[in-house]
Every structure is written in C-alpha cells, then in structure tokens.
C-alpha cells in the first residue's frame, strides 16, 4: 500500500512545494537535512512556479508496471520559469503542440492508481499554457 | 424565497477538458441519423482527470479571480455525482491542492445535477452570518451515461467554482436572492454499486424538469420579486438543447436573453457543473449592472433558483484568468474508441 | 550463482574462502527474496563463512567485488569469493522494467513514471541536440556489442544486428528504440580474489585488481551536464592513479552499454572519446577486436547480456580471460591492461575495475 508514501509527499505533489537551501539554491523535493548539492544546513520551504517550457520529452511505449495502462505517455524535462528543471508527464497536448521550448502549466491529475481498491495518487502534469490576455495590474 | 444583504461572488471559474466527442460518431455505433441526436458534441475528461481534478482546475481559476490567499477560504463544498470516491471526500483535496488552511468545513454534496448549486446555499449562509470570509462552491462532474442509452449522447465532464464571500467593491457580482423547490420525484437515479444512471424517459420532462424549474423560478418572479423584463440573462440547466429553449418559451422570453447562457449544444450535459458553466460563460460577457437568473434542476428532483447582479469588479477580474471560451476553443476530437477507454467502459481486469 | 561459483573456485583451487560478496539487484522485488549471502553459503556447503549481498542498482556485481577487494586490501582475507546473479525472466516485462526503476529515485522519477529508459530517452535527444547527430552514431554500439557477440557460448544474443534492424526496431521511449537497451536475462559469475600471500600458491593464471568508485546526483538533469557520468570520470581517474597506468595503456574496455546511448556518453565521460565524437570513432573502427580500443570483446551488456546484479562480475571475468590469453576467437592481440566501467542507475553510481596481466 503506498497510502503513507504518498501522503508524505503531498505538498510537492499537489503544489509543487519543496525546499531550497539557503546557501546555493539547491530545490530538493522533500524536506532535507542536508543539501544535497553543497552540504548546507538551511533550508526555507518554496512554491515553485507553475510555468515554464519543454527542455526536451518523450514518448514512454513500454511502461513499468503501475503505468502500464495508461502507456503511451509522455515524459517531459520542464524548465520553469525560476530555472528549476523538473521532471513531470505532459498531458493534453496535440501533435504541433508538442515542440521542445513550448510553455506549458502545472496542473492536478490523476498519475496512478494504488491497484483498484487503493487509493488515487493525484500529482501535476504539464499541459500546454493558456494564454490569458494582459491584465490591468490594480 | 430568500433575500440576501452583503454576500457578493468575489470570483468565479470555468473549465472543461479538451477532448470532445460528436454526438454523430456515438450515432455511428448504435445507428441513429443526424436528427435523432439531441446536441453536436460534447466534453469528455481525459484518461487522467476526474471530478476531483476538475474541481481543482475551475478553484484554481476562481481563486485567481477573486486575488485572495486561500488561507482566507473557511468552507468548500463541492458537488458532484461523479466522486471517484464513494466514501472519501473530494472536498479536502480540493483544499490542500489549492493551499487553503486546515481549520474549514468541506463537505461533499450529492443531488444529481444541482448538487454545485445547492454549495452556494451553504456557502452564503455561512457568510451572511459572519461565520467564514471566504467559500468555495464548486460543481464537477465526469457524467456518465449508459452505453446505447439517449443519456450517452449527452452526459459530458466540466466543473466550476465561485468564491464567495462579503460584499465589496472589488465584488464580480451580488447574490441578491435564492430559492430551492424539491418534491421526491423519482425521474433520474443511480443504485449503490451501478455503473450507470437509469431513468424513466417522458417523465424526466414535465413532471421533473419543467416543473421544478418553473416552480423555483415563479417563487423569485411572483409577488415582491423581480419582474422577467428586468432580468438580463437566464440560464438554466440544460441536459440537452431544446429542454432550457422550452422553458424559455415558456417564460416569453427574447432569444438573447437565453442565448449567452447556452452550452449544452456544444459542450453536453456535464451534470452538476451545467447550470454554473453557463453562469460562467454569462459572466465572462455580462455587463456591471446586468442582473442574471440561474435556475439548475438536479433529478429526484429540485431546483435552485438564484439572482445575481453583475457589479463593477467584473471588468478587472475577468481578465486574470482563462475564459470559458479558452477551454471551449481548445478541442481534440476522439472517437469511440478513445472515448470508451477515457470514460473506463472497456474493462481492462 | 551456486555454478558460477564453484566454477571459479575450481578454476583457482581453493575449496574454502574467508568471505562471500553477493552481488545481486532484483532479488527482493521480483523473488521476494532477500539474505542471498547466507543463502549461497549454505548452497556452496559453506556454512559458516560470512556471506552478504551488494546491491548498487545495476553495478551491484562491481560492488560486490569492491567490497571483496576492500577485504583482501586490508589484509583481513586471504581469499574472498565474489558472484554477481540475477534472474530477471521471473519478471513480466513491466516487472523488469519496474525493477529497474527502483534504481532511481521512487518518489519523484518513480512517481512520475519517469522511468530508466525514458530518462534515457531523454538524454539521447539531449545529446543528439547539442552535438548534432543522428541516431545511427549512437545505435552503431548495440551494433558492435553485437558483432563482438557473434558465436560467443555465454553470450544471450551471440549473433549480428544491423544498423538498419536496431534503427527500425519499435521505441521502448522515444527516440529509445527496443534494440538499443539490452534485453530481459539471466546469468551469474564469479571471480576468486587474493592477497599477496597465496599469489604464490596459486597455480593458475592471475590478473593485478584495481577497483574505484564514485557517485553523482541520482537525476541526470540536476548535474551540472546530465551529458557527463561525473562519477565515472572521477572513478576513472582515480583507479588510473592507484594502478598508476594512463588512459592510453588501456588495452581494452568493458563499457555499461546498458542502453546504447549510455555507452556514448560513458565513453566520452572517461576520457576515450571527445564529446560528441564516440559515434565517430566507432563508425571508423577504433572499438574493433582488432581497432585501437577494443570494446565490449564478448558482446558487452546489450549483446553478452545484462542480468543486473551478474554484469559487474561478467566484465571483470571477461576482462581476465583476455588478459590471461583465454579469450579464443575473441581474443585481443596481447593486451596488458583492461578496464571495465559498470555504473548504477543512469551513472548516479560508478564503479571502474582495472586489470593489470602479471
């Protein structure tokens, strides 16, 4: 049962909440100890920004076990717009959407099932980015 | 009838998923001809959504709108007949997606398609009394319908939301009035355990939906109420195209009047997200001043009625978000097949 | 593993040893079982030894032998038997490949069904971008680990592949097509290492045994270049130093080729080749059994075979049979020294064993 693993993690999943160390920057997806990248201490909690573009992706035709139905998916590597790269599934995009450098948005889906009586483990995905008109700051 | 002081939408959101099916390739399986199909085409939630991720799509866009911490959010509820869950609320992950506290009441509500409606009851309720600042009304669906049956052509996925809370200048629109009229009327249902809905054709008409709509919408029209020529937009809940279009005509009323508020034909029938899509789609256009009658109709059977006056805080929220038509515009066609296997009829164990 | 091993002890003449090192990736997911130390023990008729399993994602065989080199080095072992086994056909293909998974990180590439071939879907693109390739520079490795296979009796593939036939085999993960990622197998080895102190009793053909190793990030993209095996650079240059030869002595390289644009980058991150510039000298001949740096000489992982846990230990076997003349129709002209690179997870881990001829 994977109910504790993925309650645990529920920030980033849901929100794309970490932490990033004081010292060099580093985002780490869970609550560290130690900075993975330089040793440091320090950590504050951050959102990350829900934007960003396609570095490069892929088409998943043979997938692990608890992805085998929903094959084939796709794989993207996000650059958001704080410079954070990011692994996540894209979603909802057609075929001359799908282009490395194309903006795309964080959003809640369904990634899997914990088999059919388990629970629905919702993380985001990356879709293509609606365009809002330019907005009147007030 | 119940007249409401200070309780204003302070933001309001739309969507529907991008894959869309044409009443015509359904047609194709079980032979019927263009004329027998009750709409064009409809909405249909993709493999990996479901009421739950929609209702956090339109939140997201509600909350946006409204430019409020949604920590300041005291209650959700969210409506639907589609919960993934049978028994685990669909409300708090809709709060701790969104990033609202732990201290607030969510609730999940069920009335077949009136079920997001009846959240704006509650909702209001809690504001006017000064109990929260903010809530959350939401109604999603991913309907379904019973392959071959007339529903199939028209039950399709969406879900909105509106953030309420006090009256301020700031507000899109004024909750002025609302009244529900229910009898147990047994039209449209589902039994613990089914897959699909069943339902008794004819009657789902004059005795269900027409007689509630009409019913709830005489009590706010009669008396010390507000007068049809002073309404702006009517929407009401459209499980396909001619049923709103008769109760239009029913009311003596001008086509534009209806018109904005129409999207069954295009969109189908996304149950408890119906009548609040078509809200949606009138506030995306109405005009500061403009004053909107809802009326949803949720089977089994009730409907609530409502007046809105739109307010000048329209005009600078409605831009901070997709629109409606964003979603509306953004369309993948699929086929049976596809669609069979997005809306989890074929059986994969 | 129980066959590999007393072959190895045969061929050393010894029929006891201070330790067992168990090398093996799978075993807890796709058996249910885990202590495989003990267990070999026991099925040698060795009870009593201490045993342990390594486990280092796919390089858990080289750890196995790091651990039993360690041993030997700090002089608390005379003798130390090393098997690397893995038997992945108990798995379904998606069992395999979720096996595989857990040698990243469950929670976030796990948990977006990013798994290990579509990261390294990623990287073939990456790398195709910035150097300008097409992918036959990167498919020409299956290719070759193929030719080098061709008859070879422990090989799982022992034949040819075309060019044309691993370029037209369907994608596992775009652009990652099914003939550049080596296969669902099964197989063990196992080596007999020694200290100083029985060099001289020991009748049969020995090999001088330098092990290093590092680590680096788990998710390629958080790497300064996720087209750098940082780990298998610095494991390189580290087991160069302590065996002190140059990159231009070795003779002969065993490399990861658990997909085929692993063995690019691997090749280009130790040192072998320029950056972008691997698919070249491959195509030109120099990873030939007869080009200037002999690759894969028994079909390497996609054509020998890439049983997890057994790999390490396979190369490290293949490297000394080369160095010690045994290697029949595959064997390299007199080679001297021979380096073998196996690497876990896509190169978070990294573990270079060099073999020197005596």
Redesign the interface.
Known sequence: MRVS?HWR??LF???LVGWRCVSCG?FH??KPLVC??CGSREFREVELPKTGKI????????????????AP?L?G?VELDDGT?I???L??F?KEELK?GARVEA??????EDG?NG?????F?FRPE???????R? | MVKLNGVAIQGYGGYVPRYRIKAEEIGRLWGRERQELPIEEKAIAGLDEDSVTMAVEAARIAIRRAGIDPKRIGAIHVGSESKPYAVKPTGTIVAEAIGAGQNILAADLEFACKAGTEAIQLITGLVESGRIEYGLAIGTDTAQGRPGDALEYTAASGAAALLIGRMTDEAVASIEAWNSYVTDTPDFWRREGENYPSHAARFTGQPAYFKHILGSINELLNGDGYSIKDIDHFIFHQPNVKFPLAVAKALRLEREKVSAGLISGFLGNPYSATSLLGLVKVLDEARPGDLILLASFGSGAGSDAYILRVLDGIVEKRDRAPKLKDFIERKIYIDYASYARFRGKLRLR | MVEAALKALDDSGLSRVNSIYVGNMAGEFLQEQAHLGAIIAEDLGMVGTPAYRVEAANASGAAAIHAGALEIASGRADAVLVIGGEKLSDGLIEEVSSALLMGERQEYEGFMGADFYSINALLYKLYMRRYGVEDDLIAVFPMLSHKHAKGVAHAQYPFEVSLEKILSSPYISEPLRRFEVSGVGDGAAAIVLIGEELKSKIKTPKTELYISSATDFMTPFEREDPLRFQSLGVAVNKVLDEAKVDRGDVDLIEVHDATSIMAAISLESSGFAEPGESGRLAMRGEFDLGGRLPYNTFGGLKARGNPFGATGVYQVVELHLQLTGRAGKNQVDSPKVGMAQSLGGVGATAIVTLLKAV
Do not use: C, H
């Open positions: 693993r993690n529920k999943r849901y929100r580093a997806y869970s993975k990248r570095l490069a992706y892929t088409m998943v035709k043979i997938a692990p076990k608890d992805f085998k139905d929903k998916y794989v590597l790269k692994l996540g599934q979603t909802d057609t490395e959003v809640l889906r369904k990634i899997r059919e629970i629905i483990e919702y993380g995905k609606i365009r809002r008109p330019p907005q009147a007030a």
